[in-house]
């Protein structure tokens, strides 16, 4: 898993989001290895993190949201604070996760965790964002976990 996240973030086109991105890793780390997967209820389960926090959760799918006038910057600072939130604030992360995402992007997560399962794996959405003053680095994927994962451990 942590292959794949870290190769991830170096494909990246842009090198300066990079180093950004690798400062979630940590807290990402810390909260897959404490997360009791077997009492994960939901069909979508996701591990998002900043460079200050992270939280796993588990949903029955995406929130259906219609049009929305938000700002992608306002978005995004309530999805980071919602992570970094001691408080229960899962609603508030899948929320923005998916207005972040978009149709486009819930689509391909979708069709990703389709495969995934029929390859006999488990999905989890990983998000990680960094947002500074006037920009925001936002990464997500989904990759495969094993379905009998009693307890996360990452190598």
């Known amino acids: ?9 170096e494909s990246v086109d842009d090198i300066t ?26 069909k979508l389960v996701i591990a998002a993190a900043t460079p200050k926090a992270a939280v796993v959760l588990a949903a029955e799918g995406w ?3 219609g049009a929305t ?5 306002d978005v995004a600072l309530a999805l980071s604070a919602a992570i970094e939130s001691k408080g229960d604030e899962g609603d508030t992360v899948l929320t923005g996760l998916t207005v972040m995402l978009g ?15 029929e390859d006999g794996m488990r999905p989890l959405v990983v998000a990680l964002l960094e947002r ?3 920009s925001v680095a936002l990464l997500v ?8 994962a009693d307890g996360v451990t990452v190598h």
């Open 63 to 65: 929130p259906e949201i």
């Open 17 to 42: 989001v990079r180093p950004r991105l690798r400062k979630c890793l940590p807290f990402l780390w810390q909260a897959i290895a404490t997360w009791d997967a077997s009492a994960a209820s939901g």
């Open 1 to 9: 898993m942590l292959d794949a996240v870290t190769a991830l973030i």
């Open 132 to 134: 500074q003053p006037k």
């Open 141 to 148: 994927t989904t990759i495969a976990i094993p379905l009998d």
């Open 69 to 73: 006038t938000l700002k992608t910057s």
């Open 103 to 117: 149709k486009v992007g819930i689509a391909a997560q979708a069709q990703d965790a389709a495969q995934i399962i």
